[in-house]
Structure formats: structure tokens, C-alpha cells
């Protein structure tokens, strides 16, 4: 999951396009909101595994 800065959301998505392209569907998603947005899907998160860049 990506959660991409509300201010520069159209590069973002562009980037995730690009991206997305190198690996199968679905598994590249992009998240689009406020900081609540990404409090809530960190909150959400059942992955076992956290990267951070």
C-alpha cells in the first residue's frame, strides 16, 4: 500500500502507475487522503511484515 502526500497526489498516482507495471495486479495499491487516511490504514494494517522508507 502506498499513501502518497495530499499536495502532490496526481505525481503520485503517475509514480504507482509506473511501478504497479513491474508486478501483478493488485499488488501495488494507492491510497489517497488526509493524515487520517494514513493513521487509519497503519491502524488497519494485518500485514506481518512493515517496510518503511
Known sequence: MFKPS????????????????????????????DADVGV???RECRCEIECRL
Do not use: D, M, R, W
Open 6 to 33: 495530499p499536495f502532490a497526489p496526481l505525481t503520485a498516482a503517475k509514480v504507482a502507475e509506473i511501478i504497479a507495471s513491474e508486478f501483478p495486479a493488485g499488488v501495488i495499491n494507492v491510497v489517497h487522503g
Open 40 to 42: 487509519a490504514s497503519y
